[in-house]
């Protein structure tokens, strides 16, 4: 998958590569409300592409992690004991996101400032 295809849309993902993506949303969705831990509900994933599946199961945790913890107060030792994951998984994932919007939010002051993203 390459995402700096010309045609490619802001997110990365082509509208084929869009669509897997929401139904792996979906597929994990179902996982879990059957009760299954988060890495078995990962497991009815469908992209056949082995790093959009691993993008779908990043940015499901990452959502999963925003919404529970970020937005909804929970701990990260419930949300793992929830997904039936380790709390360090958890607590890394919560590290790369909050790393990812420290990088983005650098990038737009020095756009904005007039200065080049990896000055």
Not at 67 to 90: D, N, W
Request: charged residues 30%; aromatic residues 6%; contains cysteine.
């Amino acid at each position: 998958m390459d995402s700096h295809t010309e045609g490619t849309p802001a997110g990365g993902l082509t509208p084929e590569e869009d669509r897997l993506h929401d139904e792996g949303f979906a597929a994990i969705r179902a996982g879990l409300e059957a009760g299954q831990g988060f890495d078995e509900a990962c497991g009815r994933i469908e992209a056949a592409a082995a790093d959009l599946r691993r993008i779908i199961v990043d940015d499901y945790l990452k959502v999963t992690i925003a919404q529970r913890h970020f937005q909804g107060g929970e701990s990260t030792e419930a949300i793992a004991a929830t997904l039936k994951v380790s709390v360090e998984r958890v607590e890394f994932a919560r590290r790369e996101m909050l790393a990812e919007v420290a990088a983005a939010s650098v990038d737009v002051f020095r756009r904005q400032g007039g200065q080049a993203p990896d000055a």
